[in-house]
């Protein structure tokens, strides 16, 4: 099979490329809506991912929300001093494990983030009267889908 560029066809042009671009512009569009909505009550979008993943899961260690947040760990524990001293959040060493630390938020941390949930939240509902039920359940099962296949099946050019 020839490669795209090597054919007439453009990658534009290419049904499979046009849709990944479409789904990665929208999604650049949504961070850029909710960036600029989250600026409203004083967060940035690291910030907030930071909250929201800890409000979510409490107690994760400093590695495990690094993954979970797909950063790199230096940019975490870069950040999260900067999340501690806002008192947002506390980092505690972990009992089995010295070295270890463990990530949680402060009730000024939870508000925070969950004013950050509120408007996201809010973002998604009016961004999805763009579609219908069947169309948002077949974008979730399709990115799921994406998501894992990557997974299991690491890129290598």
């Known amino acids: 099979m020839k490669e795209p560029l090597d054919s007439a066809l ?8 046009s849709n ?27 910030s907030y991912d930071v909250l929201a993943a800890t409000f979510r899961y409490p107690g994760m260690t400093q590695s495990d929300l690094a993954d979970l947040l797909v950063v790199g760990r230096s940019n975490l524990s870069m950040l999260l001093p900067e999340l501690e001293q806002r008192g947002w959040l506390k980092r505690l060493p972990d009992e089995n494990d010295k070295r270890v630390r463990l990530v949680y938020l402060t009730e000024q941390g939870e508000a925070q983030a969950k004013a950050g949930l ?7 509902e009016h961004l999805m009267e763009a579609v ?16 894992d296949y990557l997974k299991q099946h690491p890129f290598e050019p």
Do not use: Y
């Open 10 to 17: 453009l990658p534009w042009e290419l049904p499979r490329f």
């Open 20 to 46: 990944w671009v479409s789904a990665w512009r929208a999604n650049q569009t949504i961070r850029k809506s909710l960036s600029e909505a989250l600026l409203e009550i004083d967060l940035d979008m690291p």
């Open 118 to 124: 509120k408007l996201q939240v809010k973002l998604v």
């Open 132 to 147: 219908t039920e069947t169309e948002c359940d077949a974008i979730g099962k399709s990115m799921h889908k994406i998501t």
